[in-house]
């Protein structure tokens, strides 16, 4: 129970790797609120939480939203943000300029709203996690934008750790993992997909939510821990296939 006693706030944490960081850091004894733009969503995921988690609608694109999040939460002690769409391709040469803006709205723009607004209600020996993918690292055709989205939020996460300093600042940097945004490819097609991807990586499987969210309470836990990347992705940034 290393966190009893912790207000954690998970915002994203209505599926995914945020409803595993959320259900992590409650079994840890934390008191978890999780934030996300569904009501739909978000009341489903409090149904799979322990009983004392609470849920708030908020769209991180709304400064008002996340204002009000944090206004209703009070004192905290750790921000996760997890929230992102999936991922999809987007050829520079084909996309459009005001679409290209928005891909950064939530990921990288909403984590810079959540802190604004979280920073001053947080523990001194508390801390901030965010989420990136390892296609920063490892691009492939058609994901420039997405991968100039990773670097902008792995960039903001250490230039944040030395400005908010002793709040500590941390990114988990993820490969491919099975979550529920994956359930729109059809079953044999996503099995297949999975099986590639598992090729890749030195440890043959693909990563587990579970497996995030232990990294996210690892980084809230580790008070000597700031301005770093963890990459959890079985090895596959380091494979050649």
Request: aromatic content about 4%; some cysteine; charged content about 15%.
């Amino acid at each position: 129970m290393a966190l009893t006693g912790q207000r954690v706030v998970v915002i994203g944490g209505s599926s995914g790797m945020g409803l595993a960081t959320a259900r992590a850091a409650a079994h840890a004894g934390a008191a978890v609120t999780i934030a996300a733009s569904d009501k739909g969503r978000l009341d489903a995921a409090l149904a799979e939480l322990p009983e004392g988690c609470a849920g708030v609608v908020a769209d991180t694109r709304s400064e008002d939203d996340i204002a009000a999040l944090f206004e209703h939460v009070g004192h905290l002690d750790h921000l996760v943000f997890t929230a992102g769409g999936a991922p999809a391709p987007h050829p520079v040469a084909e996309v459009a300029l005001a679409e290209a803006r928005r891909l950064l709205d939530v990921r990288f723009w909403g984590a810079v709203t959540a802190v604004k607004h979280a920073i001053h209600r947080m523990s001194p020996h508390g801390s901030i996690s965010v989420t990136s993918g390892t296609i920063g690292v490892r691009p492939v055709p058609g994901f420039a934008l997405g991968a100039a989205g990773v670097g902008a939020i792995e960039g903001l996460a250490r230039g944040l750790a030395v400005e908010l300093a002793p709040i500590r600042v941390n990114v988990v940097r993820a490969g491919a993992v099975r979550t529920p945004m994956w359930e729109a490819i059809p079953q044999a097609q996503r099995d297949g997909m999975f099986a590639a991807l598992a090729k890749r990586t030195l440890t043959g499987a693909i990563g587990e939510v579970e497996q995030i969210a232990a990294t996210h309470l690892y980084l809230m836990d580790n008070g000597f821990v700031t301005g770093t990347v963890i990459t959890v992705d079985g090895g596959s940034v380091l494979t050649a296939g």
